[in-house]
């Protein structure tokens, strides 16, 4: 199982970014999928998921402001992040798996993820 997130970087206060998430190795479509992210001294915390069946569910912080979308044909989910904040800069990782799993983030490995950096 392979999760690569990509598409971070510096952004002003404000701003937009789009993260993707490639997946491989797993039946993506039946998977509910994960966007977390993990700023410097602090819990890893999800900010996003969305079911096999398309239902979402964001954390309060970035309600209103990111959208998580999935393309099953591309095995590729997205977060597109909007009114960008310097409270939301961390790195970003997304996972995927059954939605108690996701709920959880115990998972057994993590990817690299995608550093998200906004600039007041």
């Known amino acids: 199982v392979q999760l690569q997130a990509s598409g971070g970087g510096l952004v002003q206060a404000g701003g937009s970014l789009r993260l993707s998430c490639a997946a491989s190795?797993?039946?993506?479509?039946?998977?509910?999928i994960g966007w977390y992210r993990q700023a410097p001294g602090k819990q890893r915390e999800l900010v996003a998921r969305i079911s096999s069946g398309g239902s979402t569910n964001y954390a309060d912080s970035v309600k209103g402001r990111f959208t998580i979308s999935r393309d099953n044909a591309k095995n590729t989910a997205y977060l597109q992040m909007n009114s960008l904040k310097p409270e939301d800069t961390a790195v970003y990782f997304c996972?995927?798996?059954?939605?108690?799993?996701?709920?959880?983030?115990?998972?057994?490995?993590w990817g690299q993820g995608t550093q998200v950096t906004v600039s007041s």
């Open positions: 996972n995927a798996g059954k939605l108690l799993t996701v709920v959880a983030g115990h998972f057994g490995s």
């Open positions: 190795g797993i039946t993506f479509s039946i998977s509910t």
